[in-house]
């Protein structure tokens, strides 16, 4: 099995007709997922390489029965299209816009809890999801995947997703699903939200977190894995070596005064029984070892 | 986007917020001239972006052009915790009753705003936070609400503000909050926000932190953006759009995407070495952001080596490489490069580095691999195999 998204999920991508939107559109259909359309409200009756554009979502939900949307429109338009796509009754919806103020996150965000309580959205700013062999809904390369599980990941860094992926796929281990939730300060579905879905998914029999500095997520996180996680976490924080004060290119990455240091982090992480490593590839090593170990 | 005082405070005054009469003086001529516009008497103020100009001699009183030219003299040129004042803000004294704390930032696990109002301002609000948490009365504001007058109006009461000041300071937080949030402010503080002798609410200081993601619905914030970097290595960075922090170590760093810069700087320092730089070029690694990124490290003297760091996702790693290879063309490096490649296509983009490589440019197979070598090559200088 897999978290938030399988083979069924049916997928519609706002933006479809423009640049990132086509290129990653496409290659999500390449892939193996269900592109059912997309939608662009001067583009409507036209295709993308045989994918059907509609004027707008709720048109597109009636058409298709979509119940999952990418999102790939610039940052002023980014909220208004998140909140279309709830409006239409969809589901799950992925942003991977970067750049959208933090003010129209949080009003976006406290929107769709109060009004669109059956809605999750994953991101701003993030790669996507992935459950490889099944949906890919974002900018993850799936050639790095590898199908089958056991593992369960969860990011809050691209690039480290990516690199956590590939740890794993070398060694021959395999994931169930790969969610990057993004760095932004207000992000729609935070770790929380995934290790809550991995210890329910019966095939995850263990979860890889890769976190960086700023916020205090990863010891919010912390808390929920030792009160409730039952699999062994693996993790790693990027940001040990980051000067406070200064914006690692993630607008949530910032060490404000005490808060926010990697330290605090990793030790929040090790106190709660989690695997911490000092790096990416420590991490995929100290992962791969827990799955031997299972047996798997 | 950190403002410095002054621009905060007009920032605020574009709300409406109440500041004292002030100008702003490159020179001390041109404070001379603020003070005699304005009438004594003033306050001289460092404009720096760091806390402790007080202590630091950076806030003086003057009574007359005479006090004023000693005291700006003074603080010109000053170094105040690592900030040189090149700018002075000079406005009308206060006399000040009751000194107050107020702000506005994002309360991230909770993802609504927090205010934050105390009577106890003046002083580091982090202090009070630890020696008289009571003091600090915070609420909870939801983004798709706001924050109304009477809200405000029972909350300076709950803070205990001075009951002449009640009414101004809660017509003051609206405005506030509205700079906050129209004003696409990641935080919005005063400290102190005073209440005078004669019964008047307003903003002695200005904090403000602007949130660059939303530049392009404030045209106005332009003027601003060419205080900020006050490091060289930084500015042409910027000039380059290239995403840079100037750091003091050895080990030049160039990587796709910020946690891997950073893990980058972290694997650096993990076997010894100290990165001199976190750049993150993103997502297009082309010939043109490679030349610039080379660019600017190759201008910073302290760098000894250069770590690529690449993990192709949609990036394709040929492309990186071939970006590599005409970056190199077009730039005279003066350090040795070792590169790690990996992800979409590495076998091919290794493939077309393979001719290129030599003692000055190196490939590693892994990350931890690479860092060794970068670091083992700002040790000596390029010698090491």
């Known amino acids: 099995m897999s978290i938030f998204v399988d083979e069924n999920t049916k997928v519609i ?30 583009k409507a009756g036209t295709d993308v390489e045989g994918i059907p554009v509609f ?93 089958g599980g056991p593992v369960g990941i969860v990011s809050r860094s691209g690039t480290l997703t990516y690199q956590a992926l590939h740890e794993l796929s070398q060694q021959g281990v395999g994931q169930t699903t790969c969610v990057g939730i993004g760095g932004d300060p207000v992000p729609g579905t935070n770790f929380i939200d995934c290790l809550e879905a991995f210890e329910a998914d019966p095939d995850t029999k263990a979860v890889m977190m890769i976190g960086e500095i700023g916020g205090s997520e990863e010891e919010l996180a912390a808390a929920f894995i030792k009160d409730h996680m039952t699999k062994p976490v693996v993790s790693y924080v990027a940001g040990v070596t980051a000067p406070p004060g200064r914006k690692m290119g ?31 590839t420590e991490a995929g090593e100290k992962m791969v070892a827990i799955v031997r170990e299972l047996g798997l | 986007m950190d403002l410095f005082e002054y621009q905060g405070k007009q920032y605020f005054a574009q709300f409406g917020i ?3 009469p002030g100008g702003e003086a490159n020179t001390v001529d041109e404070a001379v001239a603020v003070a005699e516009k304005i009438g004594y008497p003033v306050v001289v103020k460092a404009q720096v972006r760091v806390g402790g100009r007080g202590k630091a001699g950076g806030i003086k009183l003057a009574d ?31 006399d000040i009753a009751e000194e107050y704390y107020a702000s506005f930032t994002l309360d991230r696990p909770n993802k609504v705003y927090l205010g934050m109002l105390s009577k106890e301002g003046g002083v ?64 919005a503080e005063i400290n102190p926000l005073i209440y005078t002798t004669d019964h008047v609410v307003r903003a002695l200081d200005a904090k403000v932190t602007l949130d660059v993601n939303a530049e392009f619905r404030h045209p106005e914030w332009e003027a601003w953006s060419d205080t900020d970097a006050e490091d060289p290595r930084e500015a042409m960075a910027k000039e380059k759009g290239l995403n ?78 071939k970006g590599v290879i005409e970056a190199l063309r077009r730039v005279d490096i003066s ?29 590693e197979p892994t990350m931890l691999d690479a860092a060794r070598r970068a670091v083992a090559m700002a040790t000596t200088g390029g010698d090491s195999k």
């Open chain 1, 13 to 42: 991508v706002q933006g479809l007709t423009g640049g990132q939107g086509r290129f990653h559109g496409v290659r999500n259909r390449d892939y193996g997922t269900q592109v059912v359309g997309g939608v662009s409200p001067k």
């Open chain 1, 55 to 147: 004027a707008s979502v709720k048109e597109a939900v009636a058409e298709t029965g979509a119940t999952a949307s990418f999102v790939v429109v610039p940052p002023p338009a980014a909220v208004a299209a998140i909140l279309e796509a709830a409006e239409a009754g969809i589901e799950f919806i992925v942003c991977i816009t970067e750049g959208i103020p933090a003010h129209d996150e949080a009003r976006c965000f406290n929107t769709l809890k109060k009004d669109f309580p059956n809605t999750r959205l994953l991101g701003p700013n993030c790669p996507g999801i992935i459950s490889p062999g099944k949906c890919n809904i974002g900018i993850t390369s799936g050639d790095i995947a590898l199908a």
């Open chain 1, 250 to 280: 993630h607008a949530g990455a910032i060490i404000s005064g005490s808060q926010g240091t990697a330290q605090a982090k990793m030790e929040a992480l090790e106190a709660a029984g989690v695997t911490v490593a000092l790096n990416p």
């Open chain 2, 18 to 20: 109440p500041v004292s």
């Open chain 2, 64 to 94: 007359n052009a005479d006090e004023v030219r000693l005291h700006a003299g003074n603080i010109l040129g000053m170094d105040i915790k690592g900030h040189v004042v090149h700018r002075l803000w000079i406005e009308l004294s206060s």
């Open chain 2, 124 to 187: 580091e609000i982090e202090e009070v936070a630890v020696t008289n948490p009571d003091a600090i009365i915070k609420l909870s504001i939801d983004p798709t609400v706001g924050l109304d007058l009477a809200t405000a109006t029972k909350w300076v009461a709950d803070a205990e503000l001075n009951e002449g000041a009640q009414a101004q300071a809660a017509a003051l937080l609206v405005q506030l909050f509205d700079c906050y949030v129209k004003g696409d402010c990641d935080l």
């Open chain 2, 244 to 321: 840079y922090i100037g750091l003091e170590g050895s080990v030049g760093i160039i990587a796709n995407g910020a946690g891997l810069a950073m893990s980058t700087l972290d694997v650096v320092n993990q076997v010894g070495g100290k990165a001199a730089n976190f750049l993150d070029i993103g997502g297009g690694a082309n010939a043109d952001v490679m030349t610039a990124a080379l660019e600017v490290i190759n201008a910073d003297p302290s760098v000894r080596s250069i770590f690529v760091n690449i993990f192709g996702g949609i990036t394709r790693v040929d492309e990186v490489a």
């Open chain 2, 335 to 363: 350090s040795p490069i070792v590169l790690r490649l990996d992800g979409t296509n590495a076998i091919e983009g290794r493939a077309l580095l393979a001719e290129h490589l030599n003692d000055r440019l190196v490939a």
